[in-house]
Each structure stands twice: as structure tokens, then as C-alpha cells.
């Protein structure tokens, strides 16, 4: 038989309001004062070589002013090479490891190091209100229990997956609420007053004792249970997939007209053929004949063309994602287009003055089909590449770089001299001119058809700069000699075949 | 009848014919000859050397045009000498701040930021953050040139990026920057 409890409105809404007023004052604990100076402080200075929970070129900061007293910090933080000649021993023993000196800090008063400070340990709760202040649709008592889970939990548990305990998604329906309630606020008397199950977990788990949690209130278990019970929200990633598909379905329909109207037309033609009168039939063949003759020399123009080119590169690289949402700019990593023929393909090292620390791509980032998953295989090809090992962040030692077969895509025919330099650092042509949208590009296209024509065309339009006093003399002789005031880049000689063909 | 299959058949063979382009394969080229170098190009592999490589690193021990040889090593000990020691070879008829920010823009500004505040554009966008101020710093032209050439902490080396005398240019509106920000 089962026991329903009979809830008052107005006792509903009293725990209601207890429950909000509850989430309210944790969020509002969580954004005041020191953390979120600190956040901002450990950004600015610390963040350059130190992460929260990973080693980077110093140690991991979470949680660093337990292992350390709180003096010993402010003097190692504002200048840690005149403590290390102090004769400090921790401080000599942390150099010893690292081997590298830390940038000395005066400007941080202590007050700004206990913010920072505040922050290092603040993090894991805050980084769950954060998160889940993002999905907004989400259940406040699935959100709070995600930031006990962060706090207490996920040291030792995973949501899917074993990790020191087992995987906590969907606990719920393995055992009992009251069970539950029992065995986290203090495991081992449960596990000493007899339970079964609890031996049993205790067994299948290498027989460690679970840390016993009195701290947590009964709704604070609720809370817990109900997060294990819906998990994390995906959200983002849906929406984009949602629209891909839309957009598709809208280009087929478009095809779907086009092969009506061809369809129309050859029937139109069939039918003409099949008629008893030769002047229709006449039609008909001129008719056919034109057709055939227009693709016919299309497609012999389109010999050693290779506009649309869009080959399949060795790695997805996005010049969307770092050219268009980062704003690097081209020359950044094709620097050679400055100052050489070649525009030059980026070496490795290039890469890695970003991927260094950036070892993952963001969560909703997708590139075509492919998601934050493949992305950051993706990544790791670079350190296939150059033998980087991001564990340790270093160099593998005697690593035999094997470099990455990008497939070139604009590519003119040797019998075709062309000059990067001339273009980008002379003419002072931005490079999206020829190579079109690149910045909207995921997968590189070439963009123009690199004709001859495409070339004069461009060469009989543009006026040269007729700033430089250099050429001052030339630059006159030529406006007399054409009779005019700008003189364009074809004028110049830039329409003369040994110009580009020798 | 018969003629119904010969227009059929021969619109099936043209619509095959144009169909089958491939956005990943090159078109076809007359003459292939004359469009493909015989000579190897830059980035093309090449058999003769060991790394199959044609673009080569300099040979050790020698010095290519338009550079410079730098006698601090990449070590702790190397960026404290070149702080103390180095100073620029630019006097100040050669200074070009205009090109110094456009180099500035190009290659430093995506992370120190335009005006070196350390707020560039991967910083706003949390990708690559702790960027520190310029003015918070210590930083001479010495020093400033040394860790363009070899990079620090998180920072790469920009050598491959900028010539010397480019990255002296580069050195002197990073200073400039400073001064600014320390106003």
C-alpha cells in the first residue's frame, strides 16, 4: 500500500519560497566580493603560467593556500627569488622542481592576493553556478545539487564512468532514497549496522571506504539526488545540428525546382521530335545543337580552372573559427606573404604559440559535422606533429617531427610568375581580394578562377598609388603620356606579357 | 521510335558527362607539362634531402641574408644578460612607429592587445588569458627583443614570423605602448 502525504498549498508554498531564498543567498554568496576580484586579478597576472587544476609551466593553484600558510604565500608571490635567497627550504624545493623563476608580483597588495586566493579555493562552486546559470531551463534543485556534486562529489565520482567510486548518473533508480540518504551521511555505520548492500558496494568498489558526508542537510541530498537522476543538459550543440538540417533541406528543395524545369523542357523537346512537322523538329535540333555547343565550350574554358577546388585537408582546420571569431590576422601565420613569392604555409611552430595552452577546442564549437569530440583530435594532430606532450607541457626529447601534408589549393601554372610581396606589402591589397571570404570559410576553397582575364581585368581597374616621391618622375611621364590624371596598374605595364610569362 | 532511344540515350551521355565534377579533385589541364614545375617549389616534398623536406632550416654556422646572429641563449641566465645588455641597433632617424604598429597589430596585438593592455582579442574571448599589462612589467628593449626571439613562459617564439630588423621596429613600439600606458 503506498503513503501519499497530503501537502497544504500553503505548505507547498512556504517551501517553495524557502527553497528560492535558499538558491538566491548561495548565488549571491558566490559572486560577492573577494572571488570575483580574485578571478579577475588571477586572470590578469597568474593566469599566464598557472591553471586551476592542471600543471601548465607552474603547478596547479587549486586549493594551494592549504598546502601553504598564508605568510609563506605573500612573500613567494611578491617576490619569490629574493625568498628562495632567503634561505626559505620550501621555497628552494619548489624552484628545484620547476627550475624556473616565478615573475615577481610587488604590485599585488595582500589584500589582492587574499581575493586571489579566495578564488583558487572558491572555484569549484563556482564554476557549477556558472554553468548552470547558462542552461536556463534547468531545475534550480538539479542546479544546486550539480554544485554540491562539483564540491563534494567529483573528487571521487564521475556522472558516467567509474572513477575512484562508481558512476552517479541514474543512482537513483539502482537503490532507495532512504538508502541513499543513509549511506552519504555516514557510510560506514551503515555499513556496521548490517546492511547488505553496503557491504556489497564496499566490496565492488577495492574496499574504501566512502568519505562520510553529516555536513549535507536532507535537502541538500534531494537536491544531489535529483541531479544524478537528470544529469547534465546538453543544449547548445542540438540547436546548431537543428539548423544544419533545415538549411539542407532548403537547398534540396531548390535542386527539386531546377530538375522539374529540365525535365520540363526535355519533355517539351521529346515531344517536338516526335511531332509530324519537320519545322518543329528543325527548332528542336538547332535548339540542341546550341545547348550542346554552350556546354561544350564551358566546359573547354573551364580546362585548368579550378575555381570551387575544395580539397580534404589532413587536418580540420577552420579559418572560420580562427580567422573570423578570433580575429588573428592573415599575415599572422602566412608571414611570408610580406616579404616573399610564396604566401607560406604556417610551420608547426606557428600553431603552437596558440595550442600550446590551447590543447581543446570550446564545447559548442563545431565545424561542419564535426563536434568538440573530433575537434580535439584534431588538435592533437599538431602534437602528433611536433612530439609536444600536453601532460607534461614540454617538448618530447629526440622526437622526430613529422610534418603535416596540407594540400596546397591555389596553385597557378608555372608558365604564371606571381609575387605575394608585390601584392600584399607594395600594393597594400587585402588578401580576402583574391582569396575571397576566408574569415567565413570552414573548409578552404579557392575563391577566384586565377585566369589571365581575372587577372588583366583587375590590372586595367586599379589605380596605382601615386604617393611614393621615388617615383615621382615616372609616375608624371606616364599621366602625360596616357593623358591622365591616375594612372592604372595596366598602364603602369602591368598588361605586358613578360611582365608574368618569361 | 528508334530515334526517341537515339535522343534519350545521347541527353543520358551528356547529362553523365558534365555531372561527375568533384569539388576535391583538380580539373583536368592541357598541356600538364607546362603547368607543373619541374623544379621543386617550396613547400613540395623532395627526396634529396633526409627530411624529405625542401624548405630547410639554415645551415648551422651560417648566416642568411636579412638576419642577424644572437649570441644570448634561450636560458634564464640568456634573458637576464640581454635585459642588462642588449640595446637596439636602430638610432632615432630609423625608427618607423607606423610600421612598428602595423607589425605590432599583426603578430602581438591578438593577445597584448592594440594598445598592450593586455587585452586582446583571444584574451576577451578567455582563450588564451593572463596576459600581463606592459606597464606592469620591467621590460627593457633588451629584454622585449629577447623574448620575441625565443618566446617566454607561454608565449612562443615569433622569430620565424619577423625579420631582425622587423622585430627591432616591433621592440621600439612595444615601448612606446609602455610609456603610453604608464602615463
Known amino acids: 500500500m503506498k503513503i501519499v502525504n497530503q501537502h497544504s498549498p500553503i505548505q507547498q508554498l512556504t517551501k517553495l519560497t524557502f527553497v528560492l531564498l535558499f538558491i538566491f543567498s548561495t548565488s549571491l554568496f558566490a559572486q560577492q566580493g573577494d572571488a570575483a576580484n580574485g578571478k579577475k586579478l588571477f586572470k590578469a597576472n597568474c593566469a599566464a603560467c598557472h591553471k586551476l587544476d592542471k600543471k601548465v609551466l607552474g603547478p596547479p ?65 563556482k564554476k557549477a553556478a556558472s554553468g548552470a546559470g547558462a542552461s536556463t531551463k534547468v531545475d534550480p534543485k538539479v542546479k544546486l545539487g550539480k554544485k554540491l556534486f562539483k564540491a563534494n562529489c567529483a573528487a571521487c565520482h564521475k556522472m558516467e564512468g567509474k572513477l575512484v567510486g562508481p558512476g552517479l548518473k541514474g543512482v537513483t533508480e539502482r537503490r532507495e532514497k532512504e538508502w541513499l540518504h543513509a549511506w552519504i551521511k555516514d557510510n560506514n555505520a551503515l555499513r556496521k549496522s548490517g546492511d547488505a548492500i553496503a557491504k556489497q558496494v564496499f566490496e565492488e568498489n577495492g574496499k574504501m571506504p566512502m568519505t562520510p558526508f553529516p555536513q549535507l542537510s536532507d535537502d541538500d541530498i534531494d537536491a544531489l539526488l535529483a541531479y544524478f537522476k537528470v544529469g547534465d543538459v546538453k543544449k547548445v550543440v542540438k540547436n546548431t545540428a537543428g539548423v544544419n538540417t533545415t538549411k539542407k533541406e532548403k537547398k534540396s528543395s531548390g535542386a527539386w525546382m531546377n530538375w522539374v524545369v529540365i525535365l520540363v523542357i526535355l519533355g517539351l523537346l521529346i515531344w517536338m521530335f516526335l511531332s509530324k512537322v519537320t519545322f518543329l523538329k528543325i527548332i528542336a535540333t538547332v535548339f540542341l545543337l546550341l545547348v550542346g555547343a554552350y556546354f561544350t565550350f564551358d566546359w573547354l574554358m573551364g580546362i585548368g580552372v579550378d575555381q570551387g577546388y575544395q580539397p580534404i585537408q589532413p587536418i580540420a582546420f577552420s579559418h572560420k573559427i580562427h580567422a573570423g571569431d578570433n580575429k588573428i590576422d592573415c599575415q599572422y601565420c602566412h608571414s611570408s606573404a610580406k616579404h616573399s613569392k610564396t ?89 580576402q581580394k583574391c582569396h575571397g571570404p576566408v574569415e567565413k570559410m570552414d573548409e578552404m576553397k579557392q575563391h577566384s578562377p586565377l585566369t589571365m582575364r581575372w587577372c588583366l581585368d583587375c590590372h586595367k581597374a586599379t589605380d596605382v598609388n601615386l604617393d611614393n616621391k621615388y617615383y615621382a618622375k615616372i609616375h608624371k611621364q606616364l599621366s602625360e603620356k596616357y593623358g591622365v590624371e591616375k594612372v592604372t596598374i595596366a598602364q603602369l605595364g602591368g598588361k605586358e606579357c613578360g611582365k608574368c610569362h618569361y | 521510335m528508334k530515334s526517341l532511344i537515339k535522343i534519350i540515350f545521347s541527353l543520358f551521355v551528356i547529362v553523365v558527362f558534365f555531372s561527375c565534377s568533384d569539388k576535391a579533385q583538380r580539373n583536368i589541364q592541357y598541356m600538364p607539362d607546362m603547368y607543373r614545375p619541374v623544379p621543386y617549389e617550396a613547400y613540395s616534398t623532395n627526396p634529396n634531402f633526409a627530411n624529405g623536406l625542401s624548405s630547410q632550416q639554415p645551415v648551422a654556422g651560417t648566416v642568411a641574408r636579412g638576419s642577424a646572429p644572437y649570441d644570448y641563449p634561450n636560458t634564464e641566465e640568456g634573458y637576464q644578460a640581454a635585459k642588462a645588455n642588449l640595446v637596439s641597433p636602430l638610432d632615432s632617424t630609423q625608427v618607423d612607429y607606423k610600421k612598428g604598429k602595423k607589425l605590432f597589430n599583426m603578430y602581438c596585438a591578438i593577445c597584448h592587445g592594440k594598445k598592450g593592455d593586455g587585452n586582446g582579442v583571444l584574451s576577451q574571448r578567455d582563450k588564451f588569458v593572463g596576459i600581463p599589462n606592459y606597464a606592469s612589467r620591467e621590460i627593457t628593449e633588451g629584454s622585449i627583443y629577447h623574448v620575441i626571439m625565443y618566446g617566454r613562459n607561454m608565449m612562443g617564439s615569433h622569430a620565424s614570423q619577423l625579420q631582425p630588423a622587423e622585430r627591432w621596429q616591433v621592440v621600439h613600439y612595444v615601448e612606446k605602448l609602455r610609456n603610453d600606458l604608464k602615463k
Open chain 1, 61 to 125: 593553484l587549486k586549493g594551494v593556500s592549504e598546502k601553504r600558510d598564508r605568510k609563506w604565500l605573500y612573500s613567494w608571490i611578491k617576490n619569490s627569488a629574493e625568498f628562495i635567497k632567503s634561505g626559505d627550504a620550501d621555497a628552494k624545493a619548489i624552484f628545484e622542481e620547476f627550475k624556473i623563476p616565478m615573475t615577481p608580483f610587488p604590485q599585488l597588495s595582500n589584500k589582492d592576493i587574499d581575493d586571489i586566493l579566495a578564488y583558487t579555493d572558491d572555484k569549484p562552486a
Open chain 1, 343 to 431: 604566401s607560406g604555409v604556417p610551420t608547426a611552430n606557428v600553431c603552437m604559440n596558440c595550442h600550446k595552452s590551447i590543447s581543446e577546442v570550446a564545447d559548442d564549437t563545431r565545424v561542419g559535422a564535426l563536434g568538440k569530440e573530433q575537434l580535439d583530435k584534431e588538435i592533437q594532430k599538431i602534437y602528433n606533429a611536433v612530439g609536444w606532450d600536453s601532460d607534461n607541457m614540454k617538448y618530447k626529447e629526440n622526437y622526430k617531427p613529422i610534418p603535416i601534408k596540407w594540400i596546397r589549393v591555389h596553385n597557378l601554372p608555372d608558365f604564371a610568375y606571381y609575387n605575394h610581396s608585390q601584392h600584399v606589402t607594395v600594393a597594400g591589397i587585402k588578401c
